[in-house]
């Protein structure tokens, strides 16, 4: 079983930056994929950024490239989303997530393709 918890979230203004980091514990499978989605009440969950088991392959969202990052610590097991340049449209409950075995692939960008959710961090752009 693979535990996940997010923090890092709060208020900043736009142009602003925040980093969110997921800490994770459990078992692992080998090849598996973490994400960052985020959400807003009443809408679906969007995926932003991924990266593979080493952190050497990443994808993000078409809205988030240039000014977001995603990285990972393996020593620490933990996953960090570096977002600057924070907009109001940034705004909503950021959540990591990770697959079982991604059989080798990176750009898995479904909520449905994940097992395993940390319970959200909340990040608010302010205008």
């Known amino acids: 079983q693979v535990q996940l918890v997010e923090s890092g979230g709060g208020l900043v203004q736009t142009g602003g930056s925040l980093t969110l980091s997921c800490a994770s514990s459990g078992r692992f499978f080998s090849t598996h994929v973490m994400s960052w989605f985020r959400q807003l009440p009443g809408k679906e969950r969007d995926f932003v950024a991924c990266?593979?088991?080493?952190?050497?392959?990443?994808d993000y969202a078409d809205s988030v490239k240039g000014r977001f990052t995603i990285s990972k610590d393996n020593v620490k097991n933990t996953m960090y989303l570096q977002m600057n340049k924070l907009e109001p449209e940034d705004t909503g409950i950021y959540y990591c997530?990770?697959?079982?075995?991604?059989?080798?692939?990176?750009?898995?960008?479904?909520?449905?393709?994940?097992?395993?959710w940390g319970q959200g961090t909340h990040v608010t752009v302010s205008t």
């Open positions: 997530a990770s697959t079982r075995d991604s059989a080798g692939v990176t750009n898995i960008v479904r909520p449905n393709e994940y097992h395993y």
């Open positions: 990266i593979n088991w080493t952190g050497g392959d990443t």
